[in-house]
T-cell receptor, first 112, second 112 residues
């Protein structure tokens, strides 16, 4: 069965510092996508970044980047120069067979 | 502007009543999804639809029903058979299955 695991229920980072959120997944597929979503207090789910498994290069979107380790089935999110607006729940997600599998989420606190 | 709308934002119902949550998208996406989110939890899939006039049960479909008569619309009915209906409901769509999903703002349903 497909599973997505986020082992850090909550993390804190100082403003302007860097933080890495972890995610592991389980799949037997060879080609797939991986996603990180952000859910701020408004509860709107916002797509942060996407990684295509067949691409060896790690995806980057401004201050957000991923460390994708396909063999280890690991997909971590790095947030550089953290800002107060980054405070939110972050969910890792993996689509398979017409469904999306979400992790349980990591709550990120940003300290001024 | 293209996007997904959910209405209303807050909904209150008495126990024993059926209630329908609206989800409309103008992104021309084929696939649509309904998720339930309980406090401090991740997202759980209720129903999904890959094409008009077709839909499949997700992981927690009991007590819910859907229809997909138009590409743009995917309403969710929470029936009186749903034992714990109070939750936050999110609708999402994607151009087709297996790629990034885009989410509506959600509906907070409270049943007393």
């Amino acid at each position: 069965a497909q599973t997505v695991t986020q082992s850090q229920p909550e993390m804190s980072v100082q403003e302007a510092e860097t933080v890495t959120l972890s995610c592991t997944y389980d799949t037997s597929e060879s080609d797939y996508y991986l996603f990180w979503y952000k859910q701020p207090p408004s509860r709107q789910m916002i797509l942060v970044i996407r990684q295509e498994a067949y691409k060896q290069q790690n995806a980057t979107e401004n201050r957000f980047s991923v460390n994708f380790q396909k063999a280890a089935k690991s997909f971590s999110l790095k947030i550089s120069d953290s800002q107060l607006g980054d405070a939110a729940m972050y969910f890792c997600a993996y689509p398979s067979f017409n469904k999306f599998y979400f992790g349980s989420g990591t709550k990120l606190n940003v300290k001024p | 502007d293209g996007g997904i709308t959910q209405s209303p934002k807050y909904l209150f119902r008495k126990e024993g009543q059926n209630v329908t949550l609206s989800c409309e998208q103008n992104l021309n996406h084929d696939a649509m999804y309904w998720y339930r989110q309980d406090p401090g939890q991740g997202l759980r899939l209720i129903y999904y639809s890959q094409i008009v006039n077709d839909f499949q049960k997700g992981d927690i479909a009991e007590g819910y029903s859907v229809s997909r008569e138009k590409k743009e619309s995917f309403p969710l009915t929470v029936t009186s058979a749903q034992k714990n209906p109070t939750a936050f409901y999110l609708c999402a769509s994607s151009i087709f299955s297996g790629v990034e999903q885009y989410f509506g703002p959600g509906t907070r349903l409270t049943v007393t």
